[in-house]
């Protein structure tokens, strides 16, 4: 079975642009969660979508939103990109809402605003 | 929010000591999950507790959740080179059932 798929691994931007992160989740998983990591840190929920529906967010801007596709792949596109949005994105899925599992994780973008 | 608390947020031993990494919670949790990430790779999944005083060991790793569900401990026994990584506790909290991740412990090996 694939693990979760992340596109592009690297990107760089210019402050004031906008972005779009894509994910690809595991086969039968059909919850994605988006998190972000800064250098050195613990990853920060952003937010969560099951079933195409956003169930969850973080402490996150509305300049931060997300899709979720009927495959189940997912988007994350944030705007008015700020020099503080340097992290590394990571998305992750598991099965359904079961508490039983942990999450698989992509391997991430790594995101730099200039 | 709810709120996970990691120590040490390093640790340096010689390969073939033991290392401990400890998580703290101010409030019951109702389960606890340990990562590994290496360096420049991404979290993987070790394990999950969730009863009460719950002991897991997989191989040299030993993982604890405390009586009270507020703490839980990942232990090495007689480290080795591949142990190196950050090791994250992270707690389902909220109704989306979000992963609230502690500060991790960097371990570092001397070979």
């Known amino acids: 079975e694939t693990g979760v798929t992340q596109s592009p691994t690297h990107l760089i931007k210019t402050r004031g642009q906008q972005v779009t992160l894509r994910c690809s989740s595991q086969?039968?998983?059909?919850?994605v969660s988006w998190y972000q990591q800064a250098l050195g840190q613990g990853p920060q929920f952003i937010f969560q979508y099951y079933r195409e529906e956003e169930n969850g967010r973080g402490n996150f801007p509305p300049r931060f939103s997300g899709l979720q596709f009927p495959n189940y792949s997912s988007e994350l596109n944030v705007n008015a990109l700020e020099l503080d949005d340097s992290a590394l994105y990571l998305c992750?899925?598991?099965?359904?809402?079961?508490?039983?599992?942990?999450?698989?994780f992509g391997s991430g973008t790594r995101l730099t605003v200039v | 929010g709810q709120q996970v608390m990691q120590i040490p947020q390093y640790q340096h031993v010689q390969e073939g000591e033991d290392f401990t990494t400890y998580c703290n919670s101010s409030t019951t949790l109702s389960n606890i999950q340990w990562y590994k990430q290496r360096p420049g790779g991404h979290p993987v999944f070790l394990i999950q507790l969730v009863k009460s005083g719950e002991v897991k060991k997989q191989k040299r790793l030993t993982f604890q959740f405390g009586e009270a569900k507020k703490n839980s401990s990942l232990h090495i026994t007689a480290t080795q080179t591949t142990d190196v990584g950050t090791y994250f506790c992270?707690?389902?909290?909220?109704?989306?059932?979000?992963?609230?991740f502690g500060q991790g412990t960097r371990l570092t090996i001397n070979p």
């Open positions: 086969s039968g998983h059909n919850t």
């Open positions: 992270a707690a389902l909290g909220g109704g989306a059932q979000k992963l609230v």
């Open positions: 992750a899925s598991r099965q359904g809402q079961v508490r039983n599992y942990g999450y698989t």
